[in-house]
């Protein structure tokens, strides 16, 4: 069983950036996936960025390209997800997931992913 602890989250105004943490626990083994999702208003939730172990690989959403960086600590245990230039459509829930399956596929569909964080809420003014 693993436990996703989100941290980061806030309020910016328009254009400013903010960092969010992923912190994995619970398991021996490291996580071997990890995404960040979001809920924005009036929306469905949606896959923003994934990351394989390692950092051998990304996505991410057509609408975060070139604005937001996932990057991973040497541990695997921990995500980051740095976003810039955020606009008023960014803001909403953001959810850290994680599966520890080898060899497994990554990319943001939420049926890949039975491990979730409690969400960090981020505001955009």
């Known amino acids: 069983h693993v436990q996703l602890v989100e941290s980061g989250g806030g309020s910016v105004q328009n254009g400013g950036s903010l960092g969010l943490s992923c912190a994995a626990s619970g398991s021996k083994y490291s996580v071997k996936c990890m995404a960040w999702f979001r809920q924005r208003p009036g929306k469905e939730r949606e896959g923003v960025a994934t990351?394989?172990?390692?950092?051998?690989?990304?996505y991410y959403a057509d609408s975060v390209k070139g604005r937001f960086t996932i990057s991973q600590d040497n541990d695997k245990n921990t995500m980051y997800l740095q976003m810039d230039s955020l606009q008023p459509d960014d803001a909403g829930m953001y959810y850290c997931a994680a599966h520890l399956r080898s060899g497994g596929a990554c990319y943001a569909s939420a049926p890949l992913f039975p491990f979730w964080g409690q969400g960090t809420q981020v505001t955009v003014s």
């Open positions: 990351i394989y172990t390692g950092g051998t690989g990304t």
